[in-house]
């Protein structure tokens, strides 16, 4: 239940993070998402360690943990780089 708690805090926080950032700054936004987020579950590695799981534990866990948000935000720096497409 955690971890699910904790991807969509994840989500949650890159969509407020996008939705409050100007249109031209998203790109930006969604890297240092993605730079931010790894702190934040490189801590919480941290502290799943120092509670007695195994490195490979958390390892599996945390792949999730910062995976799904970290594509999402991948796949809105990549939607916001490039642009909606053209109009004829």
């Known amino acids: 239940m955690r971890t699910l708690a ?6 949650l926080l ?3 993070a996008l939705a409050l950032s100007r249109p031209a ?3 930006r936004v969604a890297l240092g998402f993605i730079a ?8 919480n590695l941290g502290v799943g360690l120092s509670h007695g799981y195994s ?5 599996l866990v945390h792949l999730f943990l910062f995976g799904i948000p970290a594509l999402a935000a991948w796949w809105a720096w990549r939607r916001h780089r490039i642009g909606p497409p053209p109009r004829k």
């Open 55 to 59: 490195l490979a534990e958390e390892l």
């Open 36 to 43: 931010a987020w790894l702190a934040v579950s490189a801590a």
């Open 14 to 16: 890159l969509g407020v």
């Open 6 to 11: 904790f991807i969509l805090i994840g989500l």
């Open 25 to 27: 700054w998203r790109p």
